[in-house]
């Protein structure tokens, strides 16, 4: 167990859809990374937010977004969901903001699939 | 990035020690070797970091080669529960997220 909580496990929903998947970092952890997984892309980095600030951005879709609330809770939000989407998406934490020496550890991941 | 090059797979007999390769050519001096696995469809799992020594701990050993172009990860007694995807990653300097690769995928078997 990493310490670090993502809900739902599983989500099923449909096409044109929002939903909104929730972090929850381990204790004292500022950073918190959103990674998405599917079959033919592997495992790619999406967003990091540090202390409530967006720290750094990669490969988020405009209709996806992020925020990371004062109890440094992150939710994911994804709207106008197409059957691309479907994939895994792994929050991770870290108690550094990035740099050579940083373990980032992972949730277990939420299963989206759009139908 | 620095990148990495992993074999895509590997099999290894359970009980003995499972050697892992990854090459690294272009890795500068201030950048760590990380490892993580992935079980099946479960969250990736940290296992070990170094620079240029060698390090251990309770779940594997990490030996870096001096020009640090390569290094192996080596689980001493691998389990059934061993089998997962291994994947070599090189810390950036400004980056800060984690660039993942293919990975090996090690199939230990009784």
């Known amino acids: 167990d990493s310490g670090v909580t993502q809900t739902p496990k599983h989500l099923i929903t449909a096409t044109g859809q929002r939903v909104t998947l929730r972090c929850s970092p381990r204790s004292g952890d500022l950073s918190v990374y959103w990674y998405q997984q599917s079959l033919d892309q592997g495992l790619q980095f999406l967003i990091q937010y540090y202390n409530g600030e967006e720290r750094a951005k990669g490969n988020i879709l405009e209709r996806f977004s992020a925020q990371q609330f004062p109890d440094l809770h992150s939710e994911l939000n994804l709207s106008s969901l197409e059957l691309g989407d479907s994939a895994l998406y792994f929050c991770a934490s870290s108690d550094r903001g990035g740099g050579y020496q940083e373990t980032q550890y992972f949730g277990p991941g939420t299963r989206l699939l759009v139908l | 990035d620095a990148k990495t090059t992993q074999p895509p797979s590997m099999d290894c007999a359970e009980g003995r020690a499972a050697n892992l390769p990854c090459n690294h050519s272009?890795?500068?001096?201030?950048?760590?070797v990380y490892w993580y696995r992935q079980i099946h469809s479960q969250g990736p799992q940290y296992i070990i970091h170094?620079?240029?020594n060698n390090e251990t701990n309770e779940m594997a050993s990490l030996i870096i080669t001096e020009d640090r172009k390569s290094s192996t990860l080596i689980l001493p007694h691998a389990t059934l529960r061993d089998t997962a995807v291994y994947y070599c990653?090189?810390?950036?300097?400004?980056?800060?997220?984690?660039?993942f690769g293919k990975g090996t995928t090690l199939s230990v078997s009784s």
């Open positions: 272009t890795i500068s001096g201030n950048e760590y």
């Open positions: 990653i090189v810390r950036v300097a400004a980056g800060t997220a984690l660039i």
């Open positions: 170094g620079l240029k």
